[in-house]
């Protein structure tokens, strides 16, 4: 049972436009949760995160949106740039396990 | 940014060696953690630790085991090496406190002859 799901496992944007990734969770005892970015050969570097008492946190060209309601969030980056092309994996932690549940990744693309 | 360091970075070996993947990290974080990630798939927890002496078994099955004698180490070991341990193995700190983010090492790509 995949607690944390990530359903487009690719996603081609142009650049300078906006890049919009999703994921979703069953677990409500996770309440915090994080985007971690993954290039070939190389461990996941973390991106952003966002607390269960927020709906928005920003970053630069990096936003994470929470619904919580929906048990959806989204990462938005605009707008975006070739070097944004990575593996980008949602997870998400409840803080009475303390571990981190994971999603299989998207894998985004994006086109000069 | 967390310096957390993982050697080798691959490694390619026949079957029944046995092999010990090292993680270290200079932050001083007493929470490390093993993961292991197939290609297209998630991360998962395969062994994790909250400080010296202390290790647990994640929430995937796995025949390696793990020991934390100093805080800046922990390195994983596979006994006997079958082909079915070709993966990539990644290890992970964190720091103390609510919500503090994993920070990864570069992994160790492992391929079992």
């Known amino acids: 049972d995949q607690q944390v799901k990530q359903n487009s496992p690719s996603l081609s944007v142009q650049e300078g436009r906006i890049s919009i990734l999703n994921c979703d969770y069953t677990?409500?005892?996770?309440?915090?949760f994080l985007w971690y970015k993954k290039y070939p050969a190389e461990g996941p570097t973390f991106l952003i995160s966002i607390s269960s008492i927020k709906d928005k946190n920003e970053d630069g060209r990096f936003t994470v949106f929470l619904n919580k309601s929906a048990k959806h969030l989204s990462l938005h980056i605009v707008p975006s740039q070739p070097g944004d092309s990575a593996v980008y994996f949602c997870a998400a932690l409840s803080s009475g396990t303390g571990k981190l549940i994971f999603g299989q990744g998207t894998t985004l693309q994006v086109k000069p | 940014e967390a310096d957390i360091y993982q050697t080798p970075r691959y490694l390619v070996i026949g079957t029944g060696k046995k092999i010990t993947l090292e993680c270290s990290q200079t932050m001083g974080h007493d929470k490390m953690y093993w993961y292991q990630q197939d290609p297209g798939m998630e991360l998962h927890l395969i062994h994790y630790s909250y400080g010296v002496n202390s290790t647990e078994k994640g929430d995937l099955s796995s025949e390696s085991t793990v020991s934390r004698i100093r805080t800046e180490h922990f390195p994983l070991t596979l006994e006997s090496a079958r082909p079915s341990h070709t993966s990539q193995y990644l290890c992970?700190?964190?720091?103390?406190?609510?919500?503090?983010?994993?920070?990864f090492g570069d992994g160790t790509r492992l391929s079992i002859l």
């Open positions: 992970a700190s964190r720091g103390t406190g609510n919500n503090q983010p994993q920070h």
């Open positions: 677990n409500s005892m996770f309440d915090y």
